[in-house]
């Protein structure tokens, strides 16, 4: 792990994003971020308008993802896909229509009141081939070789070990799968009197 961060800080860093994504859960998006969130997000990033109209539009509020993983390549019918931080499920009901009934879909997130709200909506939308549970990304419950693609949509940049994280995708990936991953990254420095504030984890 290349940080310089204590174990206090580290934890605190956890504790403030389960915060933040629980607050998600309960409220929604609105005034979480400072991009385009639901629908508007969705259609801004160009996720496929005939796969949006399958789904109910109650479900499609919370997205809150920062770019369209699946534009980065295909999924193919009977794939096996891990969501990685899959939040209020979005990208996973999505992945799991692309896969077909063949295929399958397990979508982790670490805050515990996302994965409620995600199988909730999992109910809404009449899918069989979703998978649903609380895990880190830093230590997936999976074995090895395990999946056809792993997507994953503005939830890297909020882990502080990327390295394991980037680990633990190719270990549960088949050889030749796929690792499709939409995210935020910093292309310059942060202005000196920003950088290294434990708070840029989770604002």
Known sequence: MTTDL???????????IKEKYSGVAASGAGGCFQYLCGMEGLRKQDYPEDILRTLPPAILAPFCGVGN??????????????DLGCGAGVDAFIAAIMVGPGGWVAGIDVTPEMVAKARANLTLTGLANVILEVAEVESLPFPDDS???????????????????????????????RLMVADMVLVSPLPQERAGRIENWFQ
Request: glycine content about 12%; overall charge negative.
């Open 6 to 16: 204590t174990e206090a800080e580290i934890g605190l860093i956890r504790q403030k």
């Open 147 to 177: 999946f056809d693609a792993v997507i994953s949509n503005g939830v890297i940049n909020l882990t502080v070990d990327k390295e394991k994280v980037l680990g633990e995708a190719h270990r549960v990936l088949k050889p030749g799968g």
């Open 69 to 82: 993983p699946f534009s980065l390549g295909a999924l193919y019918p009977g794939d096996a896909v891990l």
